[in-house]
């Protein structure tokens, strides 16, 4: 069922199936996919100090947690504690957190006491025991000591603390508590009623752990409005003058700003780019509504590619959603091309402007797609996703303009509006600028941009989270308060077994206790310092031994004695802290598992490793290398110094960038060779890419704004998209020559528009609030305006010199090499058919044997016009009249013939038009497309156009021999391929069927050696 529309149609069967197919494609694709919001992904692993920092911001217990800072107006810390337990008792209740507050932690302080005090014998080295324990040895620190016991006890806070007291009145225990403090994750802070109170006593800070990870954007967002209803609610029941405020930070804003900031920006850039592209359309087309259809490719073209891509990932970045415009804008450039061919004065067959277009920019689609796909080598996750959906959106948009769309509208009726549209009429005008002025100012530009085109890196992995101002100001008032934690540097240690991995915090202790003492270092906590492995602990427990010798015991007992009877105390009050001096028994403590989390240890189901992570402060003479290289020959281990990463980071993106641009670079040179075959074309054709990307790298350094991730696709911007602008325009000097042929003004508007579209599309990133889209488009839009001046004024004036008349300019030493001449302006294929042909086929030796001086020629099946232009070669005043079914060769062999020669379209038994009698008719390798009626009326007619001793010269094949020669057997494929038939005979036959018409002289001979190829004359003679 069709609907008319003019002299044209619309199949609306197909178009509503086209239509449903499409909707079930998003449908499907949308379900399939999930879309991820955790920009740090991206990170590859193939740098090991870059995939260290990826691993441990995956697996850090802290990376997840919420940081609330509750402060207020005045001091009174009782009033301030009050508002923070009902609000940790709120964040309990609302069952999004695992863990709130400290108090968790103050639950096993006691069991950190017990432990230490039971355990002394296995926590002191040699050096510690000399160093820290000695000098509370002597009478004087006894005394005082002593005295602090009694006040404890006669203190509210000494109830409970006599057995402690008893089992470590020295407070040796005080000496092992104290490391903890590596532990606390603000430095220099004091605790009240288990809170954390800043030095003003103004702030409480609280930690709270999700259930879910911070990267969850749904329970994220419950979180935030937990704490925006808890802020909301804060003040009601206070009536003092007394205000509180709460701040909070951590993954959960990012992650959030991230989803609204960047679909924000997806919705604004489809919806601009798809409203300025359309209002582009819409003045480019005399029939705008067929320029709008333009975009009816792209979009499915863009749906498919979405719907492939959830086959081949479970998930996709936001960012790479976010370019959803910007493909749109990618994948509308071949249907612009295509609908341009289309909308013409005349009547026009939707599958030969297809034909039409394909020949132009097919290299142009495969280089594009190419080149996205080289994205995958990146090593970067998001741009190998949006290579991907890039090079597939292309693929799939290229695909439906040549299959379905033909088919969904077979045939275009002639526009009324005669006149060009005005966009048209600029772009001609353009093309008439001749003045050399212009290339040599935009060729002088490009020199002085040159001195500021080094490629400059920004590693700031800030950038890569793009949050709101309010997160910015929350993260600026919390590092205000409590101090920066960013400079930490964060070390990860793995082992297979809990005893393996105490021997390594046991080993990195002692590294870290050389740091210290270097000034590397200026403090860090190690699970060793409370729970050391087998080994130290042993050494520690010798050491014990070791330092407690009974003259030491003796006269501890005698100075602690006199003390102890002054303050009260029993005799044997301390017997329990004298047993553990005389110790003998050896056993190690195990560390309790209920204290895992505390000591930042954790076993990780699905690996089966346990993990440990170390937080350490960096001191002046800090050296990460030098730290990583003494501890990764001792045992596995990752670490993140926030220097380290962004100088690893830096080398990375430059290696990257060079890496894609040497890739790509080489792959479309590569592509391109295969089409042109040409080394002069292939300069020409980098021109424009060159130039823009010189002026592109410079412009970036003089707006100050280095490369980045997204900078890496310029690459892939200007290198596989800005040479489509090169390749549409060589290939249109290439097949149409003269600047005057109207489709040639077609393909400059056609590159225009697609430029112009992709900048639109792009150009609406630059608006974008996301960093990376924001610096994504204005790479873009740069790299593809520099494409879009080069090659509308640098390349023209090369390819006049190329095209423009040359085929007049035949040169050579040789025959050969004069013939082949005249094919250097055509396309690759048949040039270098043009090339083997004569080089291969004994025709070309044989020929002048059989032609008697000809001045008039028939071609019938003339092909690209190779016999022609040898013959030409020796009979340059001769005038050939060709005719051939391909309109692509038919195209070609005018061009090489050029005024010697007039081809047209056409199908034997059909002649071409002569205007008057021939000497000369040739039927090349090409009787056997006829049939026997065909043949006779071939023949019949071919005799009817020559004159009186004309002369008809065949070539035919006789099919003779076994096995079939690889020649016949590629013919006999190309026939079948278009659903032809072959129709070979004998010999006889053919000479039987020449009688019947009325030839004499009929003669034949052998075409080379041994070859199936026979040579027959044949002569008109009339009375």
């Given at each position: 069922?069709?609907?008319?529309?003019?002299?044209?149609?619309?199949?609306?069967?197909?178009?509503?199936?086209?239509?449903?197919?499409?909707?079930?494609?998003?449908?499907?694709?949308?379900?399939?996919?999930?879309?991820?919001?955790?920009?740090?992904?991206?990170?590859?692993?193939?740098?090991?100090?870059?995939?260290?920092?990826?691993?441990?911001?995956?697996?850090?217990?802290?990376?997840?947690?919420?940081?609330?800072?509750?402060?207020?107006?005045?001091?009174?810390?009782?009033?301030?504690?009050?508002?923070?337990?009902?609000?940790?008792?709120?964040?309990?209740?609302?069952?999004?957190?695992?863990?709130?507050?400290?108090?968790?932690?103050?639950?096993?302080?006691?069991?950190?006491?017990?432990?230490?005090?039971?355990?002394?014998?296995?926590?002191?080295?040699?050096?510690?025991?000399?160093?820290?324990?000695?000098?509370?040895?002597?009478?004087?620190?006894?005394?005082?000591?002593?005295?602090?016991?009694?006040?404890?006890?006669?203190?509210?806070?000494?109830?409970?603390?006599?057995?402690?007291?008893?089992?470590?009145?020295?407070?040796?225990?005080?000496?092992?508590?104290?490391?903890?403090?590596?532990?606390?994750?603000?430095?220099?802070?004091?605790?009240?009623?288990?809170?954390?109170?800043?030095?003003?006593?103004?702030?409480?800070?609280?930690?709270?752990?999700?259930?879910?990870?911070?990267?969850?954007?749904?329970?994220?967002?419950?979180?935030?409005?937990?704490?925006?209803?808890?802020?909301?609610?804060?003040?009601?029941?206070?009536?003092?003058?007394?205000?509180?405020?709460?701040?909070?930070?951590?993954?959960?804003?990012?992650?959030?700003?991230?989803?609204?900031?960047v679909r924000r920006d997806t919705q604004r850039a489809i919806i601009f780019a798809t409203i300025g592209i359309s209002l582009l359309l819409l003045l480019s087309f005399p029939r705008p509504y067929i320029g709008i259809l333009s975009l009816v490719p792209a979009l499915v073209g863009t749906i498919a590619a979405f719907f492939i891509c959830s086959f081949l990932q479970s998930s996709v970045s936001i960012l790479a959603i976010g370019f959803g415009g910007a493909i749109i804008s990618i994948t509308v450039d071949h249907s612009i091309a295509y609908l341009l061919f289309i909308d013409r004065p005349e009547k026009v067959y939707v599958r030969k402007a297809a034909e039409e277009v394909r020949?132009?920019?097919?290299?142009?689609?495969?280089?594009?797609?190419?080149?996205?796909?080289?994205?995958?080598?990146?090593?970067?996750?998001?741009?190998?996703?949006?290579?991907?959906?890039?090079?597939?959106?292309?693929?799939?948009?290229?695909?439906?303009?040549?299959?379905?769309?033909?088919?969904?509208?077979?045939?275009?009726?002639?526009?009324?509006?005669?006149?060009?549209?005005?966009?048209?009429?600029?772009?001609?005008?353009?093309?008439?600028?001749?003045?050399?002025?212009?290339?040599?100012?935009?060729?002088?530009?490009?020199?002085?941009?040159?001195?500021?085109?080094?490629?400059?890196?920004?590693?700031?992995?800030?950038?890569?989270?793009?949050?709101?101002?309010?997160?910015?100001?929350?993260?600026?008032?919390?590092?205000?308060?409590?101090?920066?934690?960013?400079?930490?540097?964060?070390?990860?240690?793995?082992?297979?077994?809990?005893?393996?991995?105490?021997?390594?915090?046991?080993?990195?202790?002692?590294?870290?206790?050389?740091?210290?003492?270097?000034?590397?270092?200026?403090?860090?906590?190690?699970?060793?310092?409370?729970?050391?492995?087998?080994?130290?602990?042993?050494?520690?427990?010798?050491?014990?031994?070791?330092?407690?010798?009974?003259?030491?015991?003796?006269?501890?007992?005698?100075?602690?004695?006199?003390?102890?009877?002054?303050?009260?105390?029993?005799?044997?009050?301390?017997?329990?802290?004298?047993?553990?001096?005389?110790?003998?028994?050896?056993?190690?403590?195990?560390?309790?598992?209920?204290?895992?989390?505390?000591?930042?240890?954790?076993?990780?189901?699905?690996?089966?490793?346990?993990?440990?992570?170390?937080?350490?402060?960096?001191?002046?003479?800090?050296?990460?290398?030098?730290?990583?290289?003494?501890?990764?020959?001792?045992?596995?281990?990752?670490?993140?110094?926030?220097?380290?990463?962004?100088?690893?980071?830096?080398?990375?993106?430059?290696?990257?960038?060079?890496?894609?641009?040497?890739?790509?670079?080489?792959?479309?040179?590569?592509?391109?060779?295969?089409?042109?075959?040409?080394?002069?074309?292939?300069?020409?054709?980098?021109?424009?890419?060159?130039?823009?990307?010189?002026?592109?790298?410079?412009?970036?350094?003089?707006?100050?704004?280095?490369?980045?991730?997204?900078?890496?696709?310029?690459?892939?911007?200007?290198?596989?998209?800005?040479?489509?602008?090169?390749?549409?325009?060589?290939?249109?000097?290439?097949?149409?020559?003269?600047?005057?042929?109207?489709?040639?003004?077609?393909?400059?508007?056609?590159?225009?528009?697609?430029?112009?579209?992709?900048?639109?599309?792009?150009?609406?990133?630059?608006?974008?609030?996301?960093?990376?889209?924001?610096?994504?488009?204005?790479?873009?839009?740069?790299?593809?305006?520099?494409?879009?001046?080069?090659?509308?004024?640098?390349?023209?004036?090369?390819?006049?010199?190329?095209?423009?008349?040359?085929?007049?300019?035949?040169?050579?030493?040789?025959?050969?090499?004069?013939?082949?001449?005249?094919?250097?302006?055509?396309?690759?294929?048949?040039?270098?058919?043009?090339?083997?042909?004569?080089?291969?086929?004994?025709?070309?030796?044989?020929?002048?044997?059989?032609?008697?001086?000809?001045?008039?020629?028939?071609?019938?099946?003339?092909?690209?016009?190779?016999?022609?232009?040898?013959?030409?070669?020796?009979?340059?005043?001769?005038?050939?009249?060709?005719?051939?079914?391909?309109?692509?060769?038919?195209?070609?062999?005018?061009?090489?013939?050029?005024?010697?020669?007039?081809?047209?379209?056409?199908?034997?038994?059909?002649?071409?038009?002569?205007?008057?009698?021939?000497?000369?008719?040739?039927?090349?390798?090409?009787?056997?497309?006829?049939?026997?009626?065909?043949?006779?009326?071939?023949?019949?007619?071919?005799?009817?156009?020559?004159?009186?001793?004309?002369?008809?010269?065949?070539?035919?094949?006789?099919?003779?021999?076994?096995?079939?020669?690889?020649?016949?057997?590629?013919?006999?494929?190309?026939?079948?391929?278009?659903?032809?038939?072959?129709?070979?005979?004998?010999?006889?036959?053919?000479?039987?069927?020449?009688?019947?018409?009325?030839?004499?002289?009929?003669?034949?001979?052998?075409?080379?050696?041994?070859?199936?190829?026979?040579?027959?004359?044949?002569?008109?003679?009339?009375?």
């Amino acid at each position: 069922m069709t609907k008319q529309v003019s002299s044209g149609s619309v199949n609306i069967k197909l178009l509503i199936l086209t239509l449903l197919v499409v909707s079930g494609l998003l449908t499907a694709a949308l379900k399939r996919i999930t879309i991820d919001f955790d920009i740090l992904k991206s990170l590859p692993d193939t740098n090991k100090v870059v995939a260290d920092a990826k691993y441990i911001f995956t697996h850090h217990p802290f990376q997840d947690r919420v940081i609330i800072d509750l402060s207020s107006s005045v001091v009174n810390l009782n009033h301030l504690v009050e508002k923070a337990k009902s609000l940790e008792k709120t964040l309990i209740e609302s069952g999004l957190f695992s863990e709130v507050g400290f108090k968790d932690r103050e639950k096993l302080v006691p069991v950190l006491i017990s432990h230490v005090t039971e355990n002394l014998p296995y926590l002191f080295s040699s050096e510690e025991l000399e160093n820290e324990v000695n000098p509370l040895l002597l009478p004087r620190n006894i005394e005082l000591q002593f005295q602090q016991i009694f006040q404890q006890l006669a203190g509210m806070e000494g109830m409970g603390q006599s057995e402690l007291i008893a089992a470590d009145p020295l407070s040796l225990r005080n000496l092992v508590l104290k490391r903890l403090s590596g532990l606390n994750p603000v430095q220099g802070i004091d605790f009240y009623q288990g809170f954390p109170v800043s030095p003003n006593k103004r702030h409480i800070l609280i930690v709270a752990t999700p259930k879910e990870s911070g990267t969850n954007t749904a329970a994220s967002r419950e979180i935030k409005q937990l704490i925006d209803s808890i802020s909301q609610s804060l003040n009601k029941q206070t009536n003092d003058a007394n205000s509180f405020k709460i701040t909070s930070a951590g993954a959960y804003r990012a992650a959030l700003d991230n989803e609204t900031i960047v679909r924000r920006d997806t919705q604004r850039a489809i919806i601009f780019a798809t409203i300025g592209i359309s209002l582009l359309l819409l003045l480019s087309f005399p029939r705008p509504y067929i320029g709008i259809l333009s975009l009816v490719p792209a979009l499915v073209g863009t749906i498919a590619a979405f719907f492939i891509c959830s086959f081949l990932q479970s998930s996709v970045s936001i960012l790479a959603i976010g370019f959803g415009g910007a493909i749109i804008s990618i994948t509308v450039d071949h249907s612009i091309a295509y609908l341009l061919f289309i909308d013409r004065p005349e009547k026009v067959y939707v599958r030969k402007a297809a034909e039409e277009v394909r020949a132009i920019g097919l290299v142009a689609v495969l280089t594009t797609v190419g080149a996205f796909l080289m994205l995958n080598f990146s090593g970067f996750s998001i741009l190998a996703q949006i290579g991907r959906f890039a090079a597939l959106g292309i693929a799939c948009s290229f695909i439906f303009v040549h299959t379905v769309f033909p088919k969904l509208i077979p045939v275009i009726p002639a526009a009324k509006k005669k006149t060009a549209p005005r966009l048209l009429q600029v772009v001609t005008g353009l093309s008439k600028i001749r003045h050399p002025a212009l290339p040599i100012a935009i060729a002088a530009f490009a020199v002085v941009m040159s001195f500021f085109a080094t490629p400059r890196f920004n590693v700031d992995l800030r950038q890569m989270n793009t949050v709101s101002q309010e997160t910015l100001d929350a993260e600026k008032s919390l590092m205000d308060t409590w101090g920066n934690i960013s400079t930490k540097i964060h070390l990860l240690i793995e082992a297979g077994s809990l005893p393996e991995l105490q021997l390594y915090s046991d080993l990195l202790s002692e590294e870290i206790t050389k740091a210290v003492q270097q000034n590397t270092l200026k403090e860090a906590f190690t699970p060793s310092a409370l729970y050391p492995g087998a080994k130290k602990a042993e050494s520690n427990f010798k050491a014990w031994r070791a330092f407690w010798t009974p003259e030491r015991i003796t006269a501890l007992k005698l100075n602690m004695n006199k003390q102890a009877q002054q303050l009260g105390f029993t005799a044997d009050a301390f017997q329990t802290f004298f047993n553990n001096l005389e110790t003998t028994t050896f056993k190690q403590p195990d560390i309790p598992r209920e204290l895992f989390q505390l000591l930042n240890i954790r076993f990780e189901m699905k690996e089966g490793k346990w993990l440990m992570f170390v937080t350490m402060t960096p001191g002046f003479l800090f050296d990460s290398q030098e730290l990583k290289q003494s501890l990764s020959d001792q045992f596995d281990m990752r670490l993140f110094d926030p220097d380290l990463f962004s100088a690893e980071l830096g080398q990375l993106l430059s290696y990257t960038f060079l890496k894609m641009l040497l890739i790509i670079g080489i792959a479309v040179v590569c592509l391109i060779f295969l089409f042109f075959l040409d080394w002069k074309l292939i300069l020409i054709s980098l021109i424009p890419v060159l130039f823009s990307m010189v002026c592109t790298i410079g412009t970036l350094n003089l707006l100050k704004h280095p490369l980045d991730i997204p900078g890496l696709m310029l690459a892939i911007i200007v290198v596989g998209m800005g040479i489509d602008y090169s390749l549409f325009m060589i290939r249109s000097y290439q097949r149409y020559g003269d600047e005057a042929h109207p489709f040639h003004s077609l393909v400059r508007m056609a590159i225009l528009l697609a430029a112009v579209s992709t900048i639109v599309g792009f150009g609406v990133l630059v608006s974008a609030d996301h960093y990376l889209l924001h610096s994504a488009g204005l790479v873009s839009l740069l790299g593809i305006g520099y494409a879009l001046i080069g090659a509308f004024f640098l390349l023209p004036p090369l390819l006049r010199w190329r095209f423009i008349n040359t085929h007049a300019v035949i040169k050579g030493k040789t025959r050969l090499q004069r013939t082949i001449s005249r094919f250097s302006q055509v396309e690759a294929f048949p040039r270098m058919f043009a090339r083997f042909k004569i080089k291969l086929d004994p025709m070309f030796k044989e020929i002048d044997k059989i032609l008697d001086n000809p001045s008039r020629v028939v071609d019938i099946g003339c092909g690209y016009g190779v016999p022609a232009a040898w013959i030409l070669d020796k009979y340059p005043y001769a005038k050939f009249f060709g005719l051939d079914p391909d309109p692509e060769r038919v195209r070609i062999a005018g061009k090489i013939l050029g005024k010697s020669g007039i081809v047209k379209q056409g199908f034997s038994p059909d002649i071409p038009e002569t205007d008057g009698q021939v000497d000369t008719a040739m039927m090349l390798d090409m009787l056997h497309y006829l049939d026997d009626n065909d043949l006779y009326r071939a023949f019949g007619n071919v005799y009817s156009i020559l004159g009186n001793e004309g002369k008809l010269i065949i070539r035919v094949t006789l099919p003779l021999k076994v096995p079939t020669p690889w020649y016949r057997r590629i013919e006999s494929m190309q026939i079948k391929m278009r659903n032809g038939s072959c129709y070979y005979r004998p010999l006889g036959e053919i000479l039987h069927a020449l009688q019947e018409c009325g030839y004499t002289d009929i003669f034949h001979q052998p075409s080379g050696k041994d070859r199936e190829e026979i040579w027959i004359s044949a002569r008109v003679k009339r009375k």
